[in-house]
């Protein structure tokens, strides 16, 4: 099922030397399993940098074997703890995301379900008909046996994760694991870890939370789930962004209808419109969940997904005239890898040399893990 | 385009034998094509109905010639006409409904684009935003071009007609034209029609409607009408039945969704679970109807459809025994002629025969005029 090795146990080296690799200025999901595939381990990518660096001028911060074990050492204060894919405790609905996190920071959540899950988003500013249909939405669900997940937010979030606590929800951060926002919810924090439920984030401790956080916290409140709910949105809404990833995963999209004369139900009408499920309650949910199976008909290409075995690429070192020519082939417009070996005529191997460097110099980006495009400034 | 010949027009005499033949007891619309096809005209099934009639030992009133002269002159008083199908002011998307009336009585509507129609219906309830959804979709559906078709009923049916006042709307009567119901929209009524709209029933005049009469006059409302809109309507509502007609009838059926915690919603929503087009606004119906054509993939056989020509059967007269034979071949549930013929072994003209027989008796009934039953006392 799972699309890396089961039974992998991080020894403590190990998973400092991942904290250190994934908290690297430039290195993301994306480029942490490019360098685990081309290097073998996580010590050994870390070895390498300065070299893979050196030909691009530029200068990221590799962060340090003291500062990986400092945040190690935090985390386990606050009671967290730092679980790698793989690992028996790192959620399996997360291994089928594009860009899925290497490291999550877990707390509490040991005996939830992970498996049967159902995310519900929606509005800060909710409708008390908004907070009414969640909560017995949540209600339903979790006695059901559904585990609610959401992100901490006010309004539908904090809604759904209540009426959940007796039964398990999951909330997911967009800051680091001591940087709970809104203050507001740092009790409902608590009392979801009092009651059996889970803080999750992929955030480093101390970080605080800034907007761009909170779309990609969302990949993550949707790539917990095998679904999820949009009770009161409107439009151009982060509850929106939510349902557009949770489609990219192939995870089912519901939405709570409301009359078009209420500006909160725009969103989740124009998602009926374009495909999500319109629901009225859990049973509508649970019904159609009965079917769903996010490790099937992946968007996605499953090769993609790194199976973390050491793959030298022998190859002549790539020249400057090289790096010029793929530089001329990207733009800010995302394109397929295929595309540009066919546009430059470059080797595989040197193309995936020159695109891990010029990743790790901050010059480029990837979407959902198999576009690459020049980052925009 | 029309399934029966253009450029019909009913000499007086001609008119006055139809409308005997329609207004005669247990002769519906399915029973008139019939019994056009076998003779040819309705002067001539007149004439047959007596021998029709003598083996079945039943006695249906046959509406005389004074009767029908009477109501002709009373709708003429009344500024109406009967109008029948084929005529040039026939709406000829009632020539692609099975069981489309041949002959329909209508007042005014001149100058109303027919071809260009959406039925609006909903609760009579109605809440003070279902009523304000409706007169803005009616208006802004009348803004671009389409007449509005609606049932006269109170609440949603009355906001659509009077929103539509201006630009052209029709509403479809379950009684006789001088039975105006509810009374209170007989103001309504006169408005309609001294702003260019149109009334219209099938129904004989001096009809008080019955509670049966309504779901027969949905047919219409929903066959006049390229789609229809269902606004506000509670679970088993005649609006629902109105949708569920409107998809026999291949026509779109789109709805105005609303909160699950509003019971005036639970119809809306549930159409747009069953597959019905949720709705915001008239530019989501106009889009979507660009593409509509109700005379293509007819849910029903088009060569159902009469041609009015006459064509002799000529077979043995049945005998009693072949009575007995299809009536027991025959239950409440209906079921196609086809298998009725395979079933009993008669043929084809035998089957034709009785079942005429039977249906002018009151024996039978046709559903959708292609499955016949035993008529349920």
Known sequence: MSPVAPGLVLTRPQRIAWLRLIRTENVGPVTFRQLMNRFGSAEAAIDALPGLLKRTGANPRITTQMEAEDELAGLERYGARLVATGEADYPD??????????????????????????????????????????????LDLGEAGYTIISGLARGIDTAAHKASLATGTVAVLAGGFDKIYPDENIPLAHDILDQGGALLTEMPLGWEPRARDFPRRNRLVSGLSLGIVVVEAAKRSGSLITARLALEQNRDVFAVPGSPLDPRAEGGNALIQQGAKLITNAA???????????SRNALFDPDWEPDFTSEAVDTAPPSTDDTARLLSSLSTTPVEVDEIIRQTGLSVGTIQTLLLELDLAGQIEWSSGQLVALRYR
């Open 93 to 138: 609905l997360l291994n089928y995301i594009p860009a899925s996190p290497p490291l999550v920071t877990m707390a509490g959540g040991e005996n939830l379900d992970w498996a049967r899950t159902v995310g519900i988003v929606g509005a800060r500013n909710a409708s008390s008909a908004g907070i009414k249909m969640t909560r017995t939405l949540a």
């Open 284 to 294: 509508d949910i649970i019904e159609s969940l009965g079917s769903a199976d996010p």
